[in-house]
């Protein structure tokens, strides 16, 4: 096997991408035997992970959109957790959701953003030699928890916690960890059911979703606050932290577009953030299962088939980016997939990009100087990648 995609140690560094470029050229819709399993088909191009995304009625999330996904668990919350829903519920839930994280609801969500990352970079340049992966990872769990309304003592608790439930020693303590963080948002909620706050947890105790009956609406239920409070934590602290650890990564190894970065402006930043997030593509796969026969690149895929697909295969599509593997702040256009696409696109894909944004800018302002003390260390994931340990130098701008 040219690569096998179930293997986490096969993601421990950046060595997956060439045999994922050979899948792309010879074998883009590519079925891959899996141990102890049904197997699934690899989708690996651009113009066909895009195809899939859009087509939800035919490729469903509701049983899981991960390889590794726990039957059990899915089933637990299928249909209530947006990312594993399919319409109408998936609507109605997003509907509500994306009310919360809206920019007429949370307009001071930028200056918050640039409160966090100026007062971590600045303590980041005082120190000088720092694990930029302990300074970037904080920026996310802190503008969402206050987005969300956690006290402050508890952002670092729950930001550890979150860290634990992907990145535990093993099974039993990832468990655990998701268990105190379901504990915690049952707690919070129930708080927020007796006495709203101007928070994200207080706007979905308080919101209400349509049925299946037309017309009728009703409040959410505390299990589809908290799982969805679960999913929106842990998906804003993935995003941005392996992206803007990434960011420094590419421009340590890409000395001039630091040097474009410094020199340039808001045009920069906003290409920039769309070039990191297609560089980086920390959601490594999403799995979809076919409900109805259908064909992908002539490929026939029956029903019941599973179907994953490769962003970060299809984001270094030589069809779909000139020079894929040349990393450039100015690329434009850069319809990448870092947050999927079609029905299912990220729901805090704003927030993140506002993040990315705001890091680059106060990054290319307070530091003048990055170096690098030792070789990064990636984590070994086939769902989310990036780096997991950066030592530099940081010396502050004149």
Known sequence: MLIDLTDDRAFSGTGYRKPLAWLRENDP???????????????????????????????????????????????????????????????????????????????????????????????????????????VRRVPTRV???????????????????????????????????????????????????????????????????????????????????????????????????????AVLALLENPAQWDVLRAGGLDVVRNGVEEVLRWTTPGVHVLRTATRPSRIAGTDIAAGDRVTVWNVSANRDETAFPAPERFDLGRTPNQHLAFGGGRHQCLGARLARMELAVFLAELSACVGSVEQLGEPAYTASNFTWGVRHLPVRLTPAA
């Open 29 to 135: 819709v590519h079925w891959h035997r899996e141990p102890g399993g049904p197997g699934f088909w690899a989708v690996t191009r651009y113009a066909d992970a895009l195809s899939v995304y859009r087509d939800s009625e035919t490729y469903s999330s509701r049983n899981g959109m991960r390889l590794d996904t726990n039957p059990q668990a899915v089933a637990a919350v299928t249909q209530r957790m947006l990312i594993v829903s399919d319409a109408p519920d998936h609507s109605h839930l997003k509907r509500v959701l994306a009310q919360g994280f809206s920019a007429a609801r949370i307009p001071h969500a930028e200056d918050l953003v640039r409160r966090v990352v100026r007062e971590l970079l600045a303590e980041a340049v005082r120190e000088r030699e720092v694990d930029i992966v302990e300074v």
């Open 144 to 246: 969402v928890c206050a987005l969300m309304g956690v006290p402050r003592p508890e952002w670092d608790w729950l930001g550890g916690t979150m860290n634990a439930a992907f990145e535990g020693a093993d099974a039993a303590s990832r468990r655990a960890a998701h268990a105190d963080i379901f504990l915690y948002f049952s707690d919070l909620v129930e708080q927020r059911r007796k006495s709203p706050e101007d928070d994200f947890v207080s706007h979905l105790a308080h919101s209400r979703r349509s049925t299946k009956v037309p017309g009728e609406t009703r409040l959410l239920t505390d299990e589809e606050v908290v799982v969805n409070c679960n999913g929106v934590l842990a998906g804003g602290n993935e995003t941005t932290r392996y992206s803007a650890a990434g």
